[in-house]
């Protein structure tokens, strides 16, 4: 759809964002139909989310913003209209976050924070507000249980969080959502339902949602019209078919060469023992304790038994709340363990002196989900890397500052990036802080947990290359954490599929992939939507087909 169309719902002209006189967003225009679904796409840094989030005055402090024009149901609003704005928010213009965890209020239960809006935008009476609550977790995926209302977002898995955060807005059924990457931390079947809901809720109301992604099969199934940003500029726009089927600028086909492939992978070098084995672990949480009521234990893992040997990648796939999370924090000392027995080396870490088991935490390290909150704001780049070297005594501070700065290199930031702040980097740059400060001792256990699950393609898979270079340099085991098949497809050499605390299905990663057994994992694999190369060039997306269901496995 073009500005020339007759009424939009939205219709943007002139849009140009300044900060610190740096040109982010350039002359942006664009419209938005009723009921229409488009998508922006871009790397990391384009300007595609300060873009929508200007829509909705969102901006930060500091940001220069101008605009030709802004018109929303055929009428003008400024953004400097901050009551006009107020009226808009939530009740006509929705936004879905990309980090739950930081969009969500830590200190409110979750009930009170999805009361909120229906307190301002409504005059329902609490038992019915409560009832369209519940009915709308239940839709995008979670238990139709009060329980839920009093607990906090901590409480929650990261996929659930975004789960949260989507029915948060869904309940006032704006006519635009603006939906900034609301699948990132979701397994593809959960995506898939979540992302279905969505559209359905807002195709019945006839509304529109403008969609960001960095997931280019998603964009291409749900999507019907694509606008590509690069630098602050729109490069190419058109009906998302035609453009995947031949594009026509240069940094277009950059992002679909960047699409996941599976690449052959050298097999680990045969070892005597695993570095790690985790045997038949049991991990429970505590009930939440109430009056005259008993304490009733939830089991998030059952029995689970996995083995990661030097220079191998294990993968850990499995849907948000299966607990494979729950057991990477158990390998690394977070959570313990109810019962079972996990081994280093051939040794259990239950027989270890306490020397011994130090010696485990040092070697084994953690790669978190969000760097933006597993690093500490308040620290410089080079004190974040320097952090887990203070624990070996045998170095001294020069010591300590030549491997930050090897490190620091390793990972493709230059030694001008100490000084600066987490807040100074990008997504992708943050992640290379983490996994820095990762190796840094050179351990021989890595738990990579969501490695690349906020980031685009393109970083995507410079990161995933990244973690092979380095594996390939060190020879650490590492288990993977990831809800992305794709990433599974880049760098795993065995894949653990869980499902209800359970380890449902293990095999080599071709085996698993393209003959799964278990029917939990062939549909997961079933719902990941896929774009396929076409011989003459530019990509259109297909449905995967398995072997044993009367096709070849592709």
């Keep these: 759809m073009s500005l020339d169309d007759a009424s939009p719902l939205l219709a943007v002209s002139g849009l140009t964002i300044e900060i610190n006189d740096k040109l982010v967003v350039d002359d942006l225009s664009f419209a938005v139909a009723e009921g229409e679904t488009i998508a922006i796409v871009g790397e990391s840094g384009s300007g595609k989310t300060l873009a929508t989030r200007s829509l909705l005055g969102l901006l930060p402090s500091g940001v220069n913003c101008r605009v030709g024009s802004m018109r929303f149901k055929g009428n003008d609003y400024r953004l400097d209209d901050l009551e006009a704005l ?10 879905i976050f990309q980090e739950p965890m930081t969009s969500l209020n830590p200190a409110l239960r979750i009930g009170q924070q999805l009361h909120e809006g229906l307190k301002l935008h409504t005059r329902l009476e609490r038992a019915e507000r409560e009832r369209r609550i519940l009915a709308m977790l239940e839709r995008v995926g979670l238990a139709r249980d009060r329980a839920l209302l009093e607990c906090y977002p901590h409480e929650f898995s990261g996929g659930m969080r975004q789960r949260i955060m989507i029915a948060s807005v869904m309940l006032m059924a704006p006519a635009l959502i603006v939906a900034d990457e609301p699948t990132t931390a979701l397994d593809a079947v959960v995506q898939r339902e979540v992302m279905e809901t969505m559209l359905a809720l807002t195709r019945e109301a006839g509304n529109a949602t403008i969609l960001i992604s960095h997931d280019l099969a998603m964009v291409a199934h749900y999507a019907s019209r694509v606008l590509v940003m690069c630098q602050g500029k729109l490069v190419e726009q058109g009906e998302t078919v035609a453009l995947l089927a031949a594009p026509r600028h240069p940094y277009t086909r950059k992002l679909l060469d960047a699409l996941p492939r599976r690449v052959a992978l050298a097999p680990p070098a045969p070892a005597e023992h695993p570095v790690l084995a985790l045997q038949r672990a049991v991990i429970e949480y505590a009930g939440r304790r109430r009056w005259f009521r008993p304490t009733v234990s939830k089991r998030a893992v059952d029995c689970v038994s ?5 220079g191998e990648t294990v993968a850990l796939v499995g849907a948000s709340g299966s607990g494979k999370t729950t057991v990477a924090k158990a390998i690394v000392g977070l959570v313990p363990l109810h019962s079972g027995e996990m081994c280093f080396d051939g040794r259990s870490l239950a027989g270890m002196d306490r020397s011994r088991r130090r010696t485990w935490r040092l070697d084994c390290q953690m790669i978190q989900q969000d760097p933006f909150s597993s690093l500490d704001p308040r620290m410089r780049v080079r004190q974040i890397v320097d952090e887990p070297l203070r624990l070996d005594a045998a170095l001294d501070r020069g010591q300590r500052l030549a491997r930050v700065n090897e490190v620091i290199d390793e990972v493709g930031l230059g030694v001008e990036f100490l000084e600066r702040f987490p807040h100074q980097l990008s997504g992708g740059q943050r992640q290379r802080v983490a996994i820095a400060r990762a190796i840094a001792r050179k351990p021989r256990f890595i738990v990579a947990d969501e490695p690349t699950s906020a980031l ?5 898979k410079q990161i995933l290359t990244l973690l092979v ?10 288990l993977l954490i990831t809800h992305d098949l794709g990433v599974v497809e880049q760098i795993a050499h065995r894949v653990l599929v869980m499902e209800q605390g359970r380890i449902v299905e293990s095999g080599e990663r071709d085996q698993v992939l393209d003959a799964p057994r278990h029917a939990y994992t062939r549909r997961l694999l079933m719902s990941l939507p896929q774009l396929a190369a076409r011989a003459e060039g530019g990509f259109v997306l297909r449905e995967r087909t398995l072997a044993g269901e009367g096709g070849a496995p592709t």
């Design 469 to 478: 270079e380095l594996q390939r340099r060190y020879g650490f085991a590492c």
């Design 456 to 460: 685009d393609m393109t970083v995507q």
């Design 86 to 95: 107020k009226t808009l928010r939530g009740h006509s213009l929705g936004m």
């Design 306 to 310: 996995l083995e990661v040997a030097r």
